[in-house]
């Protein structure tokens, strides 16, 4: 009799993560309105599963009636991961993955970690199988974490490398029209960057406070000097500066007509 419930469960319980998998999945393409965009957000999520699997076989973890109602969770809590990354990529821009990078690993690791503690209490139970539900949550959740964090950047920057999208430093540095530079926390730099991307001007942006003490003292010298202003952003149009957010200004200066352009 019991195998019998086993046998059912675990049934039903492949047809429910196919469910849980389709639902997840429609909704993330509803919420990207991209196939491209959706398939990348589930990358880390196949491979989080895969070496989720593969750990489980090196420590010898079974799938039982208790541990399997973990995995559709698992769908939801970790496409979240590579979801979150993705909209900041997308809102930074091609060739700033390594700002996404650095605003989003502590954020993605501290969802990660509470929800592995919050697992992690099952662990201590008695019984096995809640036990092993813990168990399997934890594995599934760092690994789902790992993939998001490490390969998914690394997939994005070979498909930079492949378009040969360059890196805001290296189009300013080649002379780009339009260089922005800004900080990682000035609201007025965000709208500057948003004026640009609504019109489409290819342009470079270069966060000082990111930059080595040095270099941003350098650079902050030579806007001072070229602009007569000692704020941010300042934006460079050919040879002419743009102090802070200016609509007007940054219209009369901008090209009229940048089909063809991509926004940086």
């Given at each position: 009799m019991l195998v019998e419930v086993v046998e059912v469960m675990?049934?039903?319980?492949?047809?429910a993560f196919a469910l849980a998998f389709l639902a997840v999945f429609i909704a993330t393409l509803i919420d990207f309105r991209s196939l491209r965009l959706t398939l990348l957000a589930f990358v880390p999520l196949a491979l989080g599963f895969l070496w989720t699997f593969g750990l489980m076989e090196l420590i010898h973890l079974k799938l039982n009636m208790f541990n399997f109602v973990i995995l559709p969770a698992l769908?939801?809590?970790?496409?979240?991961?590579?979801?979150?990354?993705?909209?900041?990529?997308r809102e930074e821009g091609e060739g700033n993955l390594g700002r996404v990078m650095r605003s989003l690993y502590w954020v993605i690791f501290?969802?990660?970690?509470?929800?592995?503690?919050?697992?992690?209490?099952?662990?201590?139970?008695?019984?096995?199988?809640l036990k092993s539900l813990g168990n399997l949550a934890i594995i599934g959740i760092t690994c789902i974490?790992?993939?998001?964090?490490?390969?998914l950047p690394a997939l994005l920057y070979a498909?930079?490398?492949?378009?040969?999208?360059?890196?805001?430093?290296?189009?300013?540095?080649?002379?780009?029209?339009v260089v922005v530079y800004a900080t990682s926390y000035c609201p007025s730099s965000r709208l500057v960057r948003?004026?640009?991307q609504e019109r489409s001007i290819a342009h470079a942006w270069i966060e000082l406070d990111t930059l080595p003490q040095a270099e941003r003292e350098r650079i902050a010298k030579e806007l001072v000097a070229a602009s007569g202003a000692d704020d941010l952003p300042v934006t460079k149009i050919g040879d002419r500066y743009v102090v802070g957010f200016d609509p007007a200004a940054l219209a009369a200066l901008l090209p009229a007509?940048?089909?063809?352009?991509k926004a940086g």
């Amino acid at each position: 009799m019991l195998v019998e419930v086993v046998e059912v469960m675990l049934r039903d319980g492949r047809i429910a993560f196919a469910l849980a998998f389709l639902a997840v999945f429609i909704a993330t393409l509803i919420d990207f309105r991209s196939l491209r965009l959706t398939l990348l957000a589930f990358v880390p999520l196949a491979l989080g599963f895969l070496w989720t699997f593969g750990l489980m076989e090196l420590i010898h973890l079974k799938l039982n009636m208790f541990n399997f109602v973990i995995l559709p969770a698992l769908l939801g809590i970790g496409v979240d991961y590579g979801v979150h990354y993705l909209h900041r990529y997308r809102e930074e821009g091609e060739g700033n993955l390594g700002r996404v990078m650095r605003s989003l690993y502590w954020v993605i690791f501290f969802c990660a970690a509470t929800t592995v503690v919050g697992f992690g209490n099952v662990t201590f139970a008695a019984q096995p199988g809640l036990k092993s539900l813990g168990n399997l949550a934890i594995i599934g959740i760092t690994c789902i974490f790992f993939a998001a964090t490490y390969t998914l950047p690394a997939l994005l920057y070979a498909i930079e490398r492949w378009r040969g999208v360059r890196a805001p430093a290296a189009a300013a540095a080649r002379g780009e029209q339009v260089v922005v530079y800004a900080t990682s926390y000035c609201p007025s730099s965000r709208l500057v960057r948003r004026f640009l991307q609504e019109r489409s001007i290819a342009h470079a942006w270069i966060e000082l406070d990111t930059l080595p003490q040095a270099e941003r003292e350098r650079i902050a010298k030579e806007l001072v000097a070229a602009s007569g202003a000692d704020d941010l952003p300042v934006t460079k149009i050919g040879d002419r500066y743009v102090v802070g957010f200016d609509p007007a200004a940054l219209a009369a200066l901008l090209p009229a007509d940048p089909a063809g352009s991509k926004a940086g």
